[in-house]
């Protein structure tokens, strides 16, 4: 069992940037593949962002292409999101999620085992 805990949202203004972070606990997630979902308000949740279990291999939806950044820090057990030149249309609560397959490229959505509780990032116009 993967404890993931996020940390970090809050309200910014359009431009302005955040940084997501991601501990997880009870397990090393080493081997996991990681991931960023988000879900606004009447929307379905969707993926943002996934990271191979390397770190080499990374993957953007397309609206955050070039905007977000996904990393990892194996050592430390932790998953990170940058999110830069935010848009309103980014607000949602934002998931961190953990797949226990240790995928070596990342082509599209990961399939999350795990989930954390979510943060809310609200980006005012």
């Known amino acids: 069992q993967v404890q993931l805990v996020e940390s970090g949202g809050g309200l910014v203004q359009a431009g302005g940037s955040l940084r997501l972070s991601c501990a997880a606990s009870?397990?090393?997630?080493?081997?996991?593949?990681m991931g960023w979902f988000r879900q606004a308000p009447g929307k379905e949740r969707e993926f943002v962002a996934g990271?191979?279990?390397?770190?080499?291999?990374?993957y953007y939806t397309d609206s955050v292409k070039g905007r977000f950044t996904i990393s990892r820090d194996n050592a430390k057990n932790t998953v990170s999101l940058q999110m830069n030149s935010l848009k309103p249309e980014d607000t949602a609560v934002y998931y961190c999620a953990a797949e226990q397959l240790a995928r070596n490229i990342i082509v599209g959505v990961i399939r999350p085992d795990y989930w954390g509780q979510g943060t809310q990032v609200t980006v005012s116009s």
């Open positions: 990271i191979s279990w390397s770190g080499q291999s990374t």
């Open positions: 009870k397990r090393t997630i080493s081997s996991y593949t």
